[in-house]
């Protein structure tokens, strides 16, 4: 649980900086397994559904650091994780088990600050009551040594005045360090990484700036905004912005996760509407439970199929209002299920591989929405 050197000094006091601090859990899925499972700690171990038999075609959830240094990561099918690394120990998922461990980890996080936001079930921005960089990586360290010690979880912790500078710091400490960015080191900092490093850049945008001489953050520097804005949009504008050390989100950002997701893949492809509702419907109910865990409610849902021959397709809809439970949410992802499966009808047809439901427009639930499902049908009184 070591920490990376402090890059730089505080701003000049104008008013103190509000830190933040970025917490990823290592390896999540893996490290709640190693807790049951002490033997296994130093080893190759792969959470997911065993290369063997039909289950053959899923994927692999999380990887020990071990794994991983032969080349596994999440997302990989797991017969090619096999290939990579036939000596790990594979181990079935057991989400109940990672929901619970999770809610622990929120519940110990919120002991060390007033405010947490939880961005999926193994990250969180942390706003401890500091004011100084020295204050901010102390409360960085007691919360690593508290997962350590009472939940067995390593952590990789940023810490910056801006959440997107701290998200990328926590992937710079990983696995288990602290990385301090100062306001004034942001453009010292981000110069050196891959434009691939700045969360939302995938491979399209990745490509585009590539084709413009752009390979790191540290290149965009030189442009002015305008440059980009034609290509990218407002995004553009925002890589510019954080190149030159001065990213545009607010300091102290609270907006909360912005989507979750579940995915099932087929034992063998689903040709048919009756084997595809029944997934969905699942996917529906885990998300609604998993966002209700976090007090979450959801503006938007989307349902996407991964075809047999590995093309992807998406539909989406924003809903009037933020909503849930999961009534609403499963009523939607079968809509737009239904409208995936029927287009792809019209145009011949192809069996679906893969089915992922997501939630969309995540905000924090400040009091419960009641559902119609929570309460007793009324029974009418009978007529004689």
């Not at 110069?191 to 939302?200: F, K």
Request: proline share 9%; hydrophobic share 40%; net charge neutral.
């Amino acid at each position: 649980m070591g920490s990376a050197p402090f890059l730089g000094e505080p701003p000049p006091p104008r008013g103190p900086p509000r830190w933040l601090l970025y917490v990823d859990l290592d390896a999540f899925y893996v490290a709640c397994e190693l807790r049951d499972r002490p033997g296994l700690v130093g080893r190759p171990v792969i959470v997911g559904p065993p290369p063997t038999g039909p289950a053959s075609r899923g994927v692999v959830l999380s990887a020990s650091y071990e794994a991983r240094a032969f080349g596994v990561h999440s997302a990989q099918p797991a017969v090619a994780a096999q290939r990579l690394c036939p000596d790990a120990t594979w181990i079935p998922p057991d989400f109940a088990k990672y929901g619970r461990i999770a809610e622990a980890a929120l519940a110990l996080l919120r002991r060390h600050a007033p405010r947490v936001v939880p961005y999926s079930i193994d990250e969180a921005v942390v706003l401890p009551d500091v004011h100084s960089a020295d204050s901010a990586r102390a409360a960085a360290e007691a919360i690593q040594r508290a997962l350590h010690d009472e939940l067995g979880l390593g952590a990789s912790v940023g810490v910056a005045t801006s959440r997107l500078v701290a998200k990328m710091a926590s992937d710079r400490a990983k696995p288990g360090k602290i990385v301090v960015v100062a306001p004034e080191a942001v453009a010292a900092f981000v110069a050196p990484l891959p434009v691939r490093a700045v969360p939302g850049v995938g491979p399209r945008t990745e490509e585009l700036l590539h084709d413009r001489g752009l390979e790191t953050v540290g290149d965009l520097a030189r442009l002015r905004p305008s440059d980009l804005v034609r290509t990218l949009g407002g995004f553009g504008r925002e890589l510019v912005a954080l190149a030159r050390g001065t990213p545009s989100e607010a300091i102290g950002e609270e907006t909360g996760p912005r989507s979750r997701s579940a995915d099932h893949t087929f034992e063998r492809d689903a040709d048919a509407w009756e084997a595809i509702a029944p997934v969905v419907e699942g996917l529906a109910e885990e998300l609604a439970s998993s966002v209700a865990r976090e007090r979450l409610r959801f503006g938007g849902v989307g349902v996407a199929f991964r075809w047999g021959d590995f093309e992807r397709t998406q539909r989406s809809r924003t809903l009037a209002a933020a909503r849930e439970g999961p009534a609403a949410l499963r009523e939607t992802a079968l809509y737009l299920a239904r409208q995936l499966w029927q287009a792809e009808e019209g145009a011949g047809g192809r069996p679906v591989r893969t089915v992922s439901v997501r939630v969309e427009r995540l905000a924090d639930r400040t009091q419960h929405q009641a559902s119609l499902e929570e309460f007793e049908p009324r029974r009418s009184p009978s007529v004689k």
